[in-house]
């Protein structure tokens, strides 16, 4: 079946604009996660949904930051006022539940200018 | 909160030697145990996972047991190939309303 996808799967954009990046998960995952992986550095968990719960966002660097999850399925995360730190992949990864695998997407590369 | 404490990389070694990565844990209970792998150029993929204490996981010639005494989920594997040159990450499930953690992850290169 489908595995988790992921648009744009490059991005480049100017300092201080804002940006989307959509996930869309593999059908019936009620987690879905989100993480920023930098050149050379580990993953960094950002937010975590799951079901119809109130998200974590305790990984969320700044306010610039957020993230929604339309019925329990697409998410999208929304950088506001980009800055050149936030360039990196930004990876999305869904599982059957928060003890289950997760599946990762290939991920956004975004270059901010 | 849970949390995971990985061997840091990078790794280099020779075609056919044993391999070990340490992945050590902090957890409230006994959770389901991870690894992932990140060849180049390609997303992140699970290797494989234990459910239980006592538990091996193993894949690809890869083994790892769950040893509750110890709180260790160590990588092992006996031969290594250049084709197993990636970067492996150990992570826990995510607990409650625990902030979720990867290990930081290790990169591997194996020379022919």
């Known amino acids: 079946g489908a595995g988790v996808s992921q648009s744009p799967s490059n991005k480049v954009t100017e300092k201080g604009k804002d940006v989307e990046l959509r996930c869309d998960p593999i059908s019936g995952h009620t987690a879905l996660y989100w993480y920023r992986q930098s050149l050379g550095q580990g993953l960094e968990f950002l937010i975590y949904?799951?079901?119809?719960?109130?998200?974590?966002k305790s990984g969320l660097p700044s306010d610039r930051f957020s993230a929604e999850r339309t019925g329990g399925s697409v998410s999208t995360l929304t950088i506001q006022r980009t800055q050149q730190e936030d360039s990196a992949v930004y990876l999305c990864?869904?599982?059957?539940?928060?003890?289950?695998?997760?599946?990762f997407g290939p991920g956004t590369r975004l270059l901010v200018l | 909160g849970d949390s995971v404490t990985q061997m840091e990389g990078p790794v280099t070694l020779s075609e056919e030697a044993f391999l070990t990565i340490n992945c050590t844990y902090t957890a409230t209970g006994y959770p389901s145990l991870f690894w992932y792998v990140q060849y180049p150029g390609e997303g992140l993929q699970l290797l494989l996972k234990a459910t239980k204490a006592d538990d091996k996981g193993s894949n690809k010639g890869f083994e790892a047991t769950y040893r509750k005494e110890t709180t260790s989920f160590h990588l092992e594997k006996g031969s290594v190939q250049v084709s197993d040159s990636a970067v492996y990450f150990c992570a826990p499930p995510k607990e409650g309303n625990e902030k979720l953690t990867f290990g930081t992850g290790t990169r591997l290169t194996i020379i022919p």
């Open positions: 949904f799951q079901g119809n719960s109130a998200p974590d």
């Open positions: 990864a869904s599982s059957p539940d928060s003890q289950e695998t997760q599946y």
